[in-house]
């Protein structure tokens, strides 16, 4: 069975920062790439209205930000321990939200949306105050 388990999250003052951990095992095969997602406060707790934060693959040293975490969010891997990490710095109240990890094991030409992704963590709070 695999499990996918998220640590790390918590609260801050704006200018802080977290680092989020996400470890995924059970795995058949290996990891291909590993998301964060977040999901803000106020929406829909939907699986479709999980927004993408960035991705790592696990071969080679692709990464993805999107532009509003650009240049102050990291994410980085450690494939011996088959564990991802989100490094959150200079964070603002409008990155409050559930962070979700997320992992697939198979090759896909997407990777903007939930669903191309088939294994979740069960999301872990951030909250940031001004």
């Known amino acids: 069975q695999v499990h996918v388990v998220e640590s790390g999250g918590g609260s801050v003052q704006a200018g802080g920062s977290l680092r989020l951990s996400c470890t995924a095992s059970?795995?058949?095969?290996?990891?291909?790439?590993m998301a964060w997602f977040r999901q803000a406060p106020g929406k829909e707790r939907t699986f479709q209205e999980r927004?993408?934060?960035?991705?790592?693959?696990?071969?080679?040293?692709?990464?993805y930000y999107v532009d509003t975490v650009k240049g102050r969010f990291a994410i980085s891997r450690d494939n011996a321990k088959n564990t991802g990490y989100l490094q959150m710095n200079n964070l603002k109240p409008e990155d409050t939200a559930v962070y979700y990890c997320?992992?697939?094991?198979?090759?896909?030409?997407?990777?903007?949306?939930?669903?191309?992704?088939?294994?979740w963590g069960q999301g872990t709070q951030v909250t940031v105050s001004s």
């Open positions: 059970g795995l058949t095969f290996p990891i291909n790439t």
């Open positions: 927004t993408l934060v960035g991705t790592v693959s696990w071969s080679g040293d692709n990464t």
């Open positions: 997320a992992v697939r094991d198979y090759q896909r030409n997407t990777y903007a949306s939930p669903f191309d992704y088939n294994h």
